[in-house]
């Protein structure tokens, strides 16, 4: 979960974050400023095929 990964997200820990939360395959993150927030967009492979974004904030971990 969020309490268990340190804050600020890297790539890398944003990428371990939604992998846990999805159960999906991450197949990219990419850094990008958001309404004045550094956000990371992690794409997942989910299990039944389907591919989704997810939008996480850099400095809180939370879904945007």
């Known amino acids: 979960s969020v309490n268990d990964i340190p804050l600020p997200l ?3 820990t944003a990428a371990e974050l939604e ?3 999805t159960g999906g ?3 990219s993150v990419d850094q990008e400023s958001y309404q004045n927030h550094i956000i990371f967009r ?3 492979l989910h299990q039944d095929g ?3 974004t ?3 904030d850099r400095n809180t971990g939370s879904q945007m």
Request: glycine share 0%.
């Open 54 to 56: 997810y939008r996480l």
């Open 25 to 27: 395959q991450v197949l």
């Open 10 to 12: 890297t790539p890398k």
């Open 50 to 52: 389907k591919v989704k």
């Open 42 to 44: 992690v794409k997942v």
């Open 19 to 21: 992998q846990v939360e």
